[in-house]
């Protein structure tokens, strides 16, 4: 098992938008399903969105109709574009495999260094 790389985090105002990068080896993404996932400052870490390898998607109440996840099978990269940012939405954004049949558990109990978004208001 690989470590995954999250990138794209950033400072951004209120409103705007950010586009996530998660990438790992193919022996580790191939064939599952993908989450993204968030840790807020001071706060638990939480689900964001969640991607099985047929495309079909699920997303947090928080963030659905804003953020978009989808994947590049060949690339072994899942992403995370995250418009209408909100400071709410500020926190470090992980990327793990998730159970395909419960797909807001994350399987692996090692994360990567995550990517900070922080939203300014």
């Known amino acids: 098992q690989v470590q995954p790389v999250e990138s794209g985090g950033g400072l951004v105002q209120a409103g705007g938008s950010l586009r996530l990068s998660c990438a790992a080896s193919?022996?580790?993404?191939?064939?599952?399903?993908l989450g993204w996932f968030r840790r807020p400052p001071g706060k638990e870490r939480e689900f964001v969105a969640a991607?099985?390898?047929?495309?079909?998607?699920y997303d947090a109440d928080s963030v659905r109709g804003r953020f978009t996840i989808s994947r590049d099978n060949a690339k072994n990269t899942v992403f995370l574009q995250m418009n209408s940012l909100k400071p709410e939405d500020t926190a470090i954004y992980y990327c793990?495999?998730?159970?395909?049949?419960?797909?807001?558990?994350?399987?692996?109990?090692?994360w990567g260094q995550g990517t900070q978004v922080t939203v300014s208001s």
């Open positions: 193919g022996r580790t993404f191939s064939g599952n399903a």
């Open positions: 991607i099985k390898w047929s495309g079909a998607t």
């Open positions: 793990n495999v998730v159970n395909n049949a419960a797909l807001t558990t994350p399987l692996f109990n090692y």
